[in-house]
């Protein structure tokens, strides 16, 4: 199918598959004449796009029509829907369509319905944070991908270090490579090379939730130091806290399905849920369950634009209180 629809946040895994498609669909001689990349801010830039699908490409190979950062698929006029269905079935094989987006496709839109129909989709979207069983596939995945082998403990550290940052992951794995050429990557390697900063939000929610209100004030600092945005530190506590409220809730109803516990908390990994239960344990329901209208304040708050640091301190202090 010669239409592809590329849509997430992880810039940097969408821009290689876009190097990827570009490389097996230009003839490297005529790149130069058959590749146009259309921003999305520019004037008539779909209609362009379309126009330029159909014609037909100059010399050898095909046709590549890269319509960047499109927002077709949050809304879409009449006008260019109508000519969105006139020209996607009738795509001349010489030509490949590229639609790019960071934002998620509002599945209720018609053009959405008609891309999903006509293109090959892939979502780019970035690996949560709190999920931390996918990040460390992912580790893996792309350590192989890049013919590295590392050791468990080595593919954790990393994890760790790297959380869901793919471009880091790929720099990282680069050095490691050429550290130790054609041998395993150990822990010793990984601490040795591997650029980190010692606080993460997870290791904040730890700290939250273990009633360790110094640690917890002194991670959100460091973390804002570090330039971590403090939305998203506060999307990885919403996460981690609603998925220790979810297995929480369920111990508390006689729940035993680990899959069941799994679905519910949104934990990919059933066989985590063993670990979450431990943490939770010891934990009161009436706290987990306080613990989100605070991070939800915390949240409006920083979206009208209050002081980060005070009122990002001030919440930690109210949350790690409940779980003392």
Known sequence: MPIYFYWGEDDFRLTQAVSELRDRTLDPAWASFNFDKIPADQADSVMTALNQAM?????????????QDTSLFQRCSAEVLKELERTLPNLPETTVLLFTSTSKPDGRLKS????????TVKDFSSIPPWKTDLIAKQVKDMAAAAQLTLTSGAAERLAEAV?????????????LALY???????????????????QNSLQLADAL??????????LGHDLLLHNEPALRIV????????????????????ERDER???QAADISNPKRVYFV???VRPLSLKALQQTLPLLLDLEAGLKRGADEQSLLQTKLIEISLLFR
């Open 235 to 254: 999307a990885t506590l919403v996460g981690k806290f609603r998925g220790w409220l979810w297995v929480k809730l369920m111990m508390e109803l006689g």
């Open 55 to 67: 014609t037909p490409p100059f010399g050898l190979g095909q046709r590549l029509v890269w319509l």
């Open 180 to 198: 130790r050429p054609g041998q395993p990557i150990d822990v010793e390697a990984v601490d040795s090379l591997v650029s980190r900063t010692t």
């Open 209 to 218: 939730r273990q009633g360790k209100t110094a640690s917890a004030l002194a």
């Open 260 to 262: 069941a516990i799994a």
């Open 112 to 119: 959405t319905k008609l891309m999903q129909r006509h293109s």
């Open 277 to 279: 239960q431990k943490e």
């Open 163 to 175: 959380g869901n940052q793919t471009r880091q992951l790929h720099t990282e794995l680069e050095k």
